[in-house]
């Protein structure tokens, strides 16, 4: 059974930070890319940060670049999100996604964790 599992949302005041983690299980967490997304109420879902599967490649989206910093942990099976310096806008339920790729002449299948909220106000 696979699972992502996500924590460390909650509630916090601007210029504060708090760590995200995703707990993998039930597929081989070492092949797979990883990424952070994020969706805010009545906005679509967006790519917040990437990290290739070795830990070695990371991307971010312009409006998180030098504030977030996405890791892994292959050895936990987990993969985080510290965010520092958070704003109002930043406000949104993060979901954890391990995403298809391409191996071998086949796509892995694609999953979703269910979402933690964070929710950043004074």
């Known amino acids: 059974q696979v699972q992502l599992v996500e924590s460390g949302g909650g509630l916090v005041q601007p210029g504060g930070s708090l760590r995200l983690s995703c707990a993998a299980s039930g597929f081989t967490f070492s092949t797979y890319p990883m990424r952070w997304y994020r969706q805010a109420s009545g906005k679509e879902r967006e790519l917040v940060a990437h990290?290739?599967?070795?830990?070695?490649?990371?991307m971010y989206a312009d409006s998180v670049k030098g504030r977030f910093t996405i890791s892994r942990d292959n050895v936990k099976n987990t993969v985080y999100l510290q965010m520092n310096s958070l704003k109002p806008e930043d406000l949104a339920v993060y979901y954890c996604?391990?995403?298809?790729?391409?191996?071998?002449?086949?796509?892995?299948?694609?999953?979703w964790g269910q979402g933690t909220q964070v929710t950043v106000s004074s």
């Open positions: 990290i290739d599967n070795s830990g070695n490649l990371t």
């Open positions: 996604n391990a995403p298809r790729y391409y191996s071998g002449g086949s796509y892995s299948p694609a999953y």
